[in-house]
């Protein structure tokens, strides 16, 4: 009967302690309030354009997924490229263009949705002021490249554009 007794009792332990990481795990999930972006801090984020600005909204660029929130002035081309990645665009404020290698430019407005799957060669371009989510689902990077599809420097790529840095927007 002890012997009963004490596995009836430990299994109420066992039950109460998972009730109770059960209960600080819901609580600290729920005390993770959104960032909004009057006060994210943004900076200029290699390898994106300067006329570009950037603040890492969710998780770590460099070693996963991720979420960076760019602002780009009017005029600022991000020129034909490729990432990694999946890249998942959402336009939260401003105009663009986007244009898919061999395909017609589609221009995006305040919610509009893009997705750029892996590899595909595509170009950006902001025609009033920008501010877009981009997700990726793998650790971000940016792979420019000329008119035949080879890969180069975003130095070289920038060359035919006279960029301006970013300066502040609100």
Known sequence: MRIRSRSI?????LAGLLLMVSAAQAQEMAAQPGTSLAAMKFTTIPPLPTCAKGSVASGDPTKGSSIIVAKAMTGCVFPWHWHTPNEHVIIVSGTASLQMKDAKAVTLT??????????????FKCLRTCVLYVYSDAAFDMHYVNKQGSEITPADAMKAFREKPATEMK
Do not use: N
């Open 110 to 123: 305040g919610g509009a949705f893009a997705l750029m799957p892996s590899q595909h060669v595509h170009q």
């Open 9 to 13: 009792w430990m299994l109420l332990c």
